[in-house]
């Protein structure tokens, strides 16, 4: 029973991580999940809104007005100053949807909550200050002006050539009624396999909501909001201010939009660059999960060494390398640990024949010999442990950070995607096979469990980031070397 301790143990260790992986997987399948209507019903309701039926839809487009920053290219419409295209460059990506076009609803449209008012500001032509502009060196504005009831409206955005952030004010000379912009319908999907939140997220004093627009039922409103928008896995549309109140809805059944009912305002659109995001303070936007307060700091230092190291694949392997630089004081101590507990198989054995029918003298006579040795037999998952929370981490990181979408590494297209050629899913499992082959043990049965949980983890891992894959198959490939190293040392040491 002695000798059984340790061995179960480690089976314990290694069914934890077998069933924490079957959990990511099924996470990774599922995404994650908005928060249904229901459960944000508690906010206040909005007592002004309008009706979702009272929504203006205005197809026609009159003039296009084209905007050039290095980050982007941008058409607003002379027709109430609304965006119809924005062109992420760097990740060759639309970011208005398709159903604008099909519904006539577009992101920056201004309205009123006075309906007459809304209907005609929805049709309103608008002189703009140019029809073409290009934003380089320095933040240039765009003006939107005309009349409405003998007043003057103005929209006034202001572009900066190094952020996807544009400045909006939008009024109406003499006019007190408040007025409100659209942001939505829906965000246009990027080729992300549509896994994680797509649909509208609100970010309030309190937490974020993020809405599943089939959960809807009308409309959801919010007080004391920080920001709101639309978005999917790796792109955002948003308004940001400071405590401002903002409406959900649901438009066309499955679709939805977001009214931020503030006249002056950031507009964000563009990737969850963690950079971009921060300096704005909606990094919240970015949804790494539980475990977000490592996963962040993780892709810090990522970015940090891609200003030296431009390919993300060599980025992951010397982050592999430095996890086990620093986890390698705890990997030796398990090692030799291990070598001693294979060395003490016959003894264990007498102590077991000989006080087999005396449990509670077995356990002391083999505590007593670990002690005598010195051998801790926990030691052994120690190591083990340590790389659960780096590996959930790291898994998050991977399947959500927009930074490793489109990086590429040896064969290998996306690293946020799975590998199409299953190549590295089928190397990350013969390496756990060489690690368990170079890796002591004293329990036979265990290896046999182990080389099937590696078959079983390479199916597993097939359907993961390749990104998290390279980091798998890079710390058992140092691992084994490790295993190696010591192993001759240790040999060398006994034979001198």
Not at 243 to 255: I, P
Request: charged fraction near 20%.
């Amino acid at each position: 029973m002695g000798q059984q301790q340790p061995s179960k143990l480690s089976l314990w260790i290694q069914s934890f991580i077998l069933a924490l992986l079957v959990v990511i997987g099924f996470q990774f399948f599922f995404g994650h999940k908005g928060e249904k209507a229901g459960e944000v019903s508690k906010e206040t309701k909005r007592a002004q809104s309008v009706k979702v039926s009272d929504i203006p839809s205005v197809k026609e487009l009159g003039q296009r007005v084209n905007v050039e920053t290095p980050l982007y290219r941008a058409e607003f419409s002379t027709v109430n100053g609304r965006l119809v295209s924005l062109f992420i460059k760097k990740y060759d990506y639309q970011l208005v949807s398709p159903y604008s076009k099909v519904s006539g609803l577009y992101p920056l449209t201004t309205l009123s909550l006075n309906g007459e008012l809304s209907k005609k500001l929805s049709r309103l032509n608008l002189t703009p200050s140019s029809l073409q502009l290009k934003v380089e060196g320095s933040p240039k504005k765009l003006l939107f002006s005309g009349e409405i009831d003998g007043k003057r409206f103005i929209k006034e955005l202001t572009f900066y050539p190094d952020s996807y952030r544009i400045d909006v004010k939008v009024e109406i000379k003499g006019e007190v009624g408040e007025l409100y912009t659209i942001l939505g319908p829906d965000i246009n999907l990027s080729a992300s396999k549509e896994r994680g939140h797509v649909g509208p997220v609100v970010e309030t004093e309190d937490k974020v909501y993020r809405l599943d627009p089939k959960d809807l039922n009308g409309f959801v409103s919010f007080n004391k909001v920080v920001w709101a928008g639309e978005e999917e896995k790796y792109f955002l549309m948003a308004a940001k201010d400071r405590n401002f109140s903002a409406m959900v809805k649901e438009v066309g059944g499955e679709h939805s939009l977001v009214e931020a009912f503030v006249d002056e305002f950031t507009f964000y659109g563009g990737p969850k660059e963690l950079k971009e995001l921060e300096a704005l303070g909606m990094e919240s936007a970015i949804d790494f999960g539980i475990l977000g307060f490592l996963a962040k700091p993780l892709l810090k230092f990522f970015i940090f060494l891609h200003k030296f190291v431009p390919n993300w694949g060599v980025e992951i392997i010397i982050f592999t390398l430095i996890i086990k630089l620093i986890l390698h004081p705890l990997t030796h101590k398990s090692f030799v640990s291990m070598k001693k507990m294979q060395d003490l198989a016959p003894k264990l054995e007498e102590i077991k024949r000989k006080y087999g029918n005396d449990p509670q003298k077995l356990q002391e006579e083999t505590m007593k010999l670990y002690r005598e040795m010195g051998v801790n037999p926990a030691s052994g998952c120690l190591p083990m442990l340590l790389q659960i929370p780096i590996f959930i981490a790291l898994y998050e990181l991977f399947l959500n950070a927009v930074e490793l979408k489109g990086a590429s590494f040896l064969w290998i297209r996306d690293l946020s995607q799975p590998d199409p050629t299953y190549v590295l899913p089928i190397l990350m499992g013969l390496s756990m096979i060489l690690q368990q082959f170079l890796t002591p043990t004293t329990n036979k049965q265990q290896q046999y469990i182990f080389y099937a949980m590696a078959v079983f983890f390479t199916f597993l891992f097939a359907s993961f980031p390749a990104g998290l894959v390279l980091y798998w198959f890079t710390n058992n490939v140092i691992t084994a070397i490790q295993n190696l190293i010591i192993m001759k040392l240790t040999a060398n040491k006994e034979g001198a």
